[in-house]
């Protein structure tokens, strides 16, 4: 057996995404608050970047570049080159252009006034803030409240154990969502482990329930919505007017979700005549407690922040002779962008044709800064110029709501702006436009069509039509998916039955038997 060895050359073709092209991509699909924690990553890893805080005041720019200049040598002034200045550079318009760009080798010694705005960093001479600054807000929720309270119940120290498993597994609207046996099995395991020297049994965990079943606000600690609306009706007067009657009827709540009232006659005895005036008694009871401190106001300092904060605003400009709305007013939410800038300290350190380890790690950190920026930058303008998009097709919406909603997909904005429709799903996620008829995801603007006599309708406003009808029903006699249909045909638009139904069980409507009130 013989052994040869050859040298042989392959030719082929990849595609590999450069590390500013990765960072770029990565950005554009990060939400405000996604964004704001890897702006915080990024200043805390790179020395060259830093942030410009609100209530610093900085002189016109234009007035302090062009003295900048004055003051520099001839031979300075003509290595000033605009593509390095972040303030007023217009940006590449998608990521691919990024990778176009070259870094090049830094200027030797230059004074870098000349090309980013100076400041005080935090590192010169820091001002003292004042101390209302860091007072923050305090808030109380639901959790805190039921515990406040069993501190005057004297429960043992394996009481308020089992009371703090419990209290923990109660949701925003005040139900416990925990199988008592499964805590019995946790907590017994437990006391094995660590010896302790009496077990649980399932009837302390009940007697520890009731407990906290007894606490404010009422209904609170319930397992489920009859046993939520019981504990209520049970503390209401023994002499209120079919009280009776309402706790028999949740005892067979699975009969009256059903509109079962044979049945649920038969399981309560509770006469026919007297369902109507016990169902008025439970309408007025609390279904969701705990829902009162989800929106819990501070207890001291300003309210509290929501995560949950628009990132482009639309606001109509009004025309002052008609009165009516001329144009709408896209533009980015100020507040939550980051703004960012070069280290002029860091970046003054930078020397020509020095290779030591110290100026080649300020140079590559100086190239990171820069990329970081315009790709923020570039993040930011490619969100508004969608969010234009989407607000030019939609401003039907703006005026009259969902039902006017127009189909639209992501290959009709990513071909009307010049991007790849990949890159426009990445801008809409998780990004949120604050319009004159609410708070909404970029995402709800784009939804299929169904043809009609009029042409093409949304998904969203025939959704938005089918809630609609059913708001406005007879609740003795609701409306049956047919007869949706129907009416959706006398306005040109013909779509199926199951369609409706699909529509409506998306929206968590039930159907006409079980929308149906008989009482």
Known sequence: MSMSFGLTANLSTTQKLTPQMQQAIKLLQLSSLELAQEVQLKLDSNPMLERIEEDEIFADSEQEQEDMRDNLSESQAESISPELEYEGTSVPDSAEHLAQDSIGELEVDSSWDDIYTHAPTALA???VQDMDDYQGATTTNLQDHIRWQLNFKHLSEMDMLIADYLVDAIDDSGFINLVLEDLERTLNTMASFYQWEEEVDIEQIEMVLHIIQSCEP????????????????????????YRTQAIQLLDGHEHLVSNNIKALIQQTGIKKEDIADALALIRTLNPAPGLAFTNAQPVYGNEPESYDVPDVLVSAVVD?????TSSWQVKLNQDILPKLRVNQTYASLIKRGDDSPDNVYLRDNLTDARLFIRSIEERNQNLLKVATCIIKRQQAFLQQGAVAMQPMILKDVADEVGLHESTVSRLTTSKNILTPQGLYSLKYFFSSHVASSDGEVSSTAITEMIRQMIASEDPKKPLSDSAIQKRLETDGIDIARRTVAKYREAMNIGSSTQRKQKF
């Open 218 to 241: 009422l209904g609170v600690g319930a397992r489920n919505l009859a046993e939520c609306l019981q504990l209520q009706l049970k503390k209401l007067p023994q002499d209120t007017p």
């Open 125 to 127: 001479s820091p001002e």
């Open 320 to 324: 002052e002779n008609t009165g009516q």
